[in-house]
T-cell receptor, first 112, second 114 residues
Framework: QQQVKQSPQSLIVQKGGIPIINCAYE??????FPWYQQFPGKGPALLIA?????SEKKEGRFTISFNKSAKQFSLHIMDSQPGDSATYFC???????????FGQGTTLQVKP | DVKVTQSSRYLVKRTGEKVFLECVQD?????MFWYRQDPGLGLRLIYF???????EKGDIPEGYSVSREKKERFSLILESASTNQTSMYLC?????????????FGPGTRLTVT
């Protein structure tokens, strides 16, 4: 079954903290793992993505760590800011169809 | 600037009504998608389309149909709306191939069925 499990459902951190959001998948027929960020009243937008042959990718304060053998990947936000408060979705792209399977979402609140 | 627009931000319909949700993209993207977003369930794919006149079922197609007569427009149809279809509906588009994981989303339509 194609599924991506995301945790935690919600997260509250202080400004400057490092929130970590975790995702796990079962199907090995995924070839790309993007993260999307959604602000209230907006549609999700691509934040950062990683291929399964790479163990880590960093863009600014956002880092994806990828563990292929464990079928897990996570998003770290360094020096988090109140403006990072949003809902974050992990996703996995199916190799054959090219569609995205999304995780359940994590609502992050960064307190000033 | 890339743009995906959806016909309504908020919609209230009665049970049994036929509902049309329209989506237009101006990026000449081949792929278009319809999702519904529910708390704790994430985004679930309803239908997608790789080209004009083509459609593929997603993970939860029951109770929905779609139409893609032009490349830039993808419509979601609820043949007979039910209360369990109350949700946020999101349209997205993308290029084909390696760029397909970068989907551009519209702002969503919050549909309430009473």
């Amino acid at each position: 079954q194609q599924q991506v499990k995301q945790s935690p459902q919600s997260l509250i951190v202080q400004k400057g903290g490092i929130p970590i959001i975790n995702c796990a998948y079962e199907n090995t027929a995924f070839d790309y793992f993007p993260w999307y960020q959604q602000f209230p009243g907006k549609g999700p937008a691509l934040l950062i993505a990683i291929r399964p042959d790479v163990s880590e990718k960093k863009e600014g304060r956002f880092t994806i760590s990828f563990n292929k053998s464990a079928k897990q990947f996570s998003l770290h936000i360094m020096d988090s800011q109140p403006g990072d408060s949003a809902t974050y979705f992990c996703a996995a792209r199916t190799f054959i169809e090219g569609k995205l399977i999304f995780g359940q979402g994590t609502t992050l609140q960064v307190k000033p | 600037d890339v743009k995906v627009t959806q016909s309504s931000r908020y919609l209230v319909k009665r049970t049994g009504e036929k509902v049309f949700l329209e989506c237009v993209q101006d990026m000449d993207h081949e792929n278009m998608f319809w999702y519904r977003q529910d708390p704790g369930l994430g985004l679930r794919l309803i239908y997608f389309s790789y080209d004009v006149k083509m459609k593929e079922k997603g993970d939860i197609p029951e109770g929905y149909s779609v139409s893609r007569e032009k490349k830039e427009r993808f419509s979601l149809i609820l043949e007979s709306a039910s209360t369990n279809q109350t949700s946020m509906y999101l349209c997205a588009s993308s290029l084909r191939g390696l760029k397909s994981s970068e989907q551009y989303f519209g702002p969503g339509t919050r549909l309430t069925v009473t």
